[in-house]
């Protein structure tokens, strides 16, 4: 039986960084989406693409890849945001088995109201405190491990 190769110091202290930090700014940004707007973080993400789509809609099964659910939670969560009348399901027009998540108007109003608090605290927790270069190496560094993630099933 092989030894694990255990974190040094150096690696350990990154990724207790990395887990505390995304944890702490988790929990801010939910905290802010609960109290503006009713929403979960998910929830919000799932306005976010939806907003950013063209025609403002997508496949159900393209949304859970984009916001990182599983097909059963994105199901509950559009569910949740089609009874707020903030969502709405439609019958994919090119596949009759396929559904579609379009943004309501009202969906994008209470984007458009809640977007500019997010992005604050996005910027005053983490945009703001990375110089460019280290932007880039976060966005580097996370796309090769999302790569190996989603490639490994």
């Known amino acids: ?6 974190l040094d110091q150096t690696e350990m ?7 505390t930090t ?30 950013e789509a063209p025609g403002r809609r ?3 099964t393209e949304l ?6 599983s097909k059963s939670a994105l199901t509950y969560q559009v569910g ?11 019958t994919c027009p090119s596949d ?10 009202a969906g994008a109003d209470l984007l458009e109201r809640v977007a500019p608090a997010h992005l604050e605290i996005v910027r005053d927790y983490l945009v ?6 280290e932007l880039l190496a976060m966005t580097t560094a996370m796309r090769r491990t999302e790569e190996a993630l989603r490639a490994s099933g």
């Open 64 to 69: 859970a890849r984009d916001v990182v659910v």
């Open 96 to 105: 009759d088995r396929g559904v579609l998540a379009r943004l309501t108007s």
């Open 80 to 90: 949740g945001l089609e009874k707020a009348g903030l969502v709405e399901r439609l």
């Open 22 to 51: 995304s944890h702490l700014l988790e929990r801010r940004i939910e905290e802010h989406l609960k109290a503006a707007a009713g929403l979960t973080h998910p929830q919000y993400e799932i306005l976010v693409r939806l907003a």
């Open 128 to 133: 703001d405190r990375l110089s460019r270069a």
């Open 1 to 6: 039986m092989t030894q694990p190769r255990w």
């Open 58 to 60: 997508l496949r159900m």
């Open 13 to 19: 202290a990154a990724w207790r960084a990395f887990l």
